[in-house]
């Protein structure tokens, strides 16, 4: 299929008109456009443009606050708790995150608990700042029922991703986004549209019965976690830290049936950051990049984070690239 290829900042530019025309506060769509243009910048295809259709059906259901304002609560010395208002969870994030950087420095370690929230982009975007300012990142959310638990008969976990950041001296921050299912919900949606098949032990049909067909998957079916019950015992925990934690709801709390259309899953989000300097000092980065040059040396040809990082050097000398198909989709979203 033919390719584009556009400017970040025309990108940016481009959502937010995009997220604004379809109901959502300047604020908000600023936010959610930088987010979701960053994906795609990146080469995370499943949580980029992809997205927006989505997006736009969920705000037209009328399940999510387009122009919510986030509010935010001074709990304790190390936690920040933020109520997003049935609202996006990235505002809810960008509203607490001085406070949050605040109580990290000032304490060594910080919480923020996001609840009443609507996560529908990747992970790594909420952590890789802070890496990059020299702190220690960590961020789970849980999301829909789409993850059956190891041993289980039907969907109860949400896809559940744990993301990870620490600075790394002489390069970028190390950073993974992965999620606790078998593959990402987003690429079993690409992978029934593209007529790709799954690979095995990746999820179940309607009737509990292994199948490598996304649609099936998708239709009544269901994920498997990633690597049997030691997938599912970090899904548990992301259920408990990002939704009990957090006031959210679990995975299969929440009831969207009276909102058609509705695609974001209305959960909770925890991050945790941590100051190195309180433990290691100011060596961490370098000890970090000790870590990383082992595991070349053992042989690790990919680290966390490379492609994304080759990816956004491409599109910043290239432009962002993109379906030509999905740029005029686009651009006809605004006209």
Same mark, same amino acid.
């Given at each position: 299929m033919p390719e584009a290829r556009l400017p970040f900042d025309q990108l940016v530019s481009l959502l937010t008109s995009i997220f604004r025309k379809h109901g959502t506060s300047d604020a908000v769509a600023a936010v959610l456009a930088h987010n979701c243009a960053s994906a795609q910048?990146?080469?995370?295809?499943? $949580?980029? *443009?992809f997205r927006i259709p989505?997006? +736009? @059906?969920? +705000?037209? @259901?009328?399940? *999510?606050?387009?122009h919510a304002r986030p509010e935010v609560e001074d709990r304790a010395p190390g936690f920040v708790a933020v109520d997003a208002g049935n609202g996006f969870a990235q505002p809810a994030l960008e509203? !607490?995150? =001085? +406070? +949050?950087?605040?109580k990290a420095r000032h304490n060594g370690i910080a919480l923020m608990a996001i609840r009443n929230s609507h996560h529908f982009a990747a992970l790594w975007p909420d952590v890789e700042p802070?890496? @990059? =300012? &020299?702190?220690v990142a960590l961020a789970m959310v849980n999301s829909m029922a789409c993850v059956v638990p190891a &041993? !289980?008969?039907k969907p109860l976990f949400g896809t559940n991703p744990i993301s990870f950041a620490a600075p790394r001296a002489g $390069? =970028?921050?190390? *950073?993974?986004?992965?999620?606790?299912?078998a593959i990402a919900h987003g690429d079993v949606q690409i992978a029934a549209k593209e007529g790709k098949k799954l690979p095995e032990g990746y999820g179940v049909d309607a009737d509990g019965n292994p199948t490598c067909d996304p649609e099936k998957v998708l239709n009544g079916g269901a994920l498997l976690p990633f690597g049997g019950y030691k997938g599912s015992a970090l899904s548990m925990m992301v259920e408990l830290m990002a939704a009990a934690l957090t006031g959210g709801n679990f995975s299969f709390e929440f009831d969207w049936s009276g909102h058609p259309g509705a695609k974001t899953p209305w959960t909770g989000e925890l991050l945790i950051v941590i100051d190195p300097a309180c433990g290691a000092g100011s060596d961490f980065a370098e000890r970090t990049e000790t870590l990383v040059q082992a595991m070349s040396d053992a042989g690790q040809q990919r680290q966390p984070g490379d492609r994304r990082y080759r990816q956004r050097a491409e599109a910043q000398r290239l432009g962002v690239a993109l379906k030509e198909d999905d740029l005029t989709y686009l651009r006809g979203l605004v006209d």
């Open positions: 910048r990146d080469g995370s295809d499943s $949580h980029g *443009v989505g997006y +736009l @059906s969920t +705000l037209a @259901s009328g399940w *999510v606050d387009g509203a !607490g995150r =001085e +406070l +949050l950087l605040d802070f890496a @990059s =300012e &020299g702190l &041993g !289980g008969r $390069h =970028e921050p190390l *950073v993974f986004d992965l999620a606790t299912s």
